[in-house]
């Protein structure tokens, strides 16, 4: 009989993490939670914990532990903080990680798990966005898996079974266009964070939702592929496909495409990354093309889009500025939630941070957080000059 793998959940309480409760509910034999992690959402974690049993839970902080002990059974420690993070990704009771974490405060507890050679399945892309030559490094080191649960990057290893690497033209990765796809520049200066929290096609976290809107997150996508497949940026290709059916592409040298399809759910990358190579049976809903009827395509306008070429940008200079590109990205999004922003200041933030800031061409983790801690200093002076 196969082994349970045993698993822990950075960021249970999450869009991704919930997803993936659901999809190991759905396979006892094979999984088994050990660890779950939230920020602040008490209510939910205490839940989950009733339902999966985890051997331990951590929170953001004390009082928040403290809440949770009161509504959870004692057999279940509880910690907090993120040095308790960085502890419970290399205890022996875990096989594999699921990073799910949103943005930045993914990096450190991601690298520990692969320092302690664990299994990754990643959907934490700004971990690979800001360190992806020392994951890479690290990940070869201790030989261990990192599979994408991103949609893009599933579509594409799927697509790259029975495939030789070198035979890669190209690969192209969809993009939904989020909302304001069809608006003026006009038009897009001047919306809202409710209209911006509305993506079209998927359900996520407000972060992502945001870079979808402004095609970051596509942006951090061609930067994530740059490091799981090792191609370089002028063969990773974005085209706008609004349906969100078709998950991503690869061309080949004879100029044949292979594509990926299925309905925009995040539970079969979730699924496909955790049972890799396998593909059991699952309930998840089937594409119905009569339903469909047109898939269509366009190029992205990365002049009413500036995210995106800025992020090709930072993937040419390489060194710390992706980190001071996520960076800026993350307090200008948060900025922009808050209303102090408007939305086209997002990309205008980031293009000021990253010509103020000088990228180090060294990739440690001291460097990363250097540059991490720069550019949200950057953008929060900036912000005080632009508002008095
Ligand atoms: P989310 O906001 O729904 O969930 C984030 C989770 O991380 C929550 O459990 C929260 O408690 C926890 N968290 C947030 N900040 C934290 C911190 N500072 N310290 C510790 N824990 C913290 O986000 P999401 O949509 O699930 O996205 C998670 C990651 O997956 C992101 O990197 C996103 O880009 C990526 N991703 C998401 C989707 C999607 O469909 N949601 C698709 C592809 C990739
Ligand atoms: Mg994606």
Same mark, same amino acid.
């Given at each position: 009989m196969k082994r349970i793998t045993n698993i822990a959940i950075l960021g249970s309480t999450g869009s991704i993490g919930r997803s993936s409760l659901d999809v190991i509910e759905a396979l006892p034999d094979?999984?088994? #939670?050990?660890?779950?992690?939230?920020?602040?959402?008490i209510d939910l974690l205490s839940e989950q914990t009733r339902r999966f049993q985890p051997h331990g839970v951590v929170v953001r902080d004390e009082a928040h532990a403290q809440r949770l002990r009161s509504q959870v059974n004692s057999s279940t420690e509880v910690l907090s903080g993120e040095d308790a993070l960085l502890d419970i990704v290399s205890r022996p009771d875990v096989d594999l990680v699921i990073s799910a974490l949103v943005g930045f405060a993914g990096l450190r507890p991601t690298l520990r798990a692969i320092e302690a050679g664990k299994d990754i399945a990643l959907a934490n892309k700004e971990t690979l966005v800001v360190g992806g030559a020392l994951i890479m490094e690290k990940v070869r080191a201790h030989g261990v898996h990192l599979l994408p649960i991103d949609s893009e990057h599933s579509a594409i290893l799927q697509c790259l079974q029975g495939e030789d690497i070198r035979s890669v033209g190209r690969l192209i990765l969809t993009a939904s266009g989020g909302p304001f796809l069809n608006l003026s520049h006009e038009e897009?200066?001047?919306?809202?964070?409710?209209?911006?929290?509305?993506?079209?096609?998927?359900?996520?976290?407000?972060? #992502?939702?945001?870079?979808?809107?402004?095609?970051?997150?596509?942006?951090? $996508?061609? #930067? $994530?592929?740059h490091w799981l497949f090792g191609l370089p940026s002028d063969r990773i290709e974005v085209i706008v496909h609004p349906q969100s059916i078709i998950h991503s592409m690869v061309e080949f040298v004879d100029g044949s495409v292979k594509a990926q399809l299925g309905i925009p759910d995040m539970k079969l990358p979730i699924q496909y990354a955790l049972t890799y190579p396998e593909r059991p049976p699952s309930m998840f809903k089937r594409v119905d093309f009569s339903e469909i009827a047109r898939l269509t395509f366009q190029k992205p306008d990365m002049e009413r889009f500036p995210c995106l070429s800025l992020a090709y940008r930072v993937l040419q200079e390489g060194g710390t500025a992706p980190a001071v590109l996520n960076a800026a990205n993350e307090a200008a999004v948060q900025l922009f939630l808050e209303e102090r922003i408007p939305f086209t200041g997002i990309p205008e933030m980031i293009a000021d941070a990253l010509d103020a800031i000088p990228a180090e061409s060294e990739l440690t983790l001291d460097a990363i957080l250097r540059a991490d801690r720069d550019a949200r200093t950057f953008v929060a002076h900036h912000t005080v000059l632009h508002t008095h």
């Open positions: 094979r999984f088994r #939670i050990t660890y779950l992690t939230a920020h602040r959402n897009i200066c001047r919306v809202t964070p409710g209209q911006a929290l509305k993506h079209p096609t998927w359900s996520m976290g407000s972060k #992502i939702t945001i870079d979808s809107a402004t095609l970051m997150n596509k942006g951090l $996508e061609v #930067i $994530e592929a």
